[in-house]
């Protein structure tokens, strides 16, 4: 029989106290949230093993040296997931499932940066309970993604 292997899993990048559920009735334009995150080596480490992306201006200083940026960078995706967090943790939160997303990369972000993501409700769509999200991330103010996503939320639960 296989020996079972546990490891602590890293800092999540939501604090699970912070976690609320939304339902689309709960929804209204305008309304925000922000997460922000510090982006250390051990986040892009893991995701590019989670990922299978092992290209090496994530991971070799001496490689990444030799580029346009001069160091190390996150993946584009990893920046694009922090949005994800917005979106399954905390605008709309839990039971949000995606529909879609746009991406638009404008800068890199590299280890130390500290990523400001703010997603913001931007249309609200009765038939199938969709939700149009504009989601922006930043360092110091200068915006490196930003895109809309769509999502499905649940409606309240009706009373028995």
Known sequence: MAEATTSIPPKPAVDPRQVRTLAFEDLQVGMREVLMKSVMDTDVVGFAQLSGDDNPIHLCDTYAAGTRFGQRIAHGLYTASLISAVLGTRLPGPGAV??????????????????????????????????????????????????????????RAKPA
């Not at 200068?142 to 649940?154: C, W």
């Open 98 to 155: 995606y529909r879609s997303q746009t991406l638009n990369f404008h800068a890199p972000v590299k280890i130390g940066d500290v990523v400001t993501v703010i997603v913001e409700v931007v249309e609200l769509v009765a038939e199938g309970r969709r939700v149009r999200l504009h989601c922006e991330a930043s360092i110091d103010g200068k915006i490196v993604l930003d895109g809309d996503a769509v999502v499905s939320v649940p409606g």
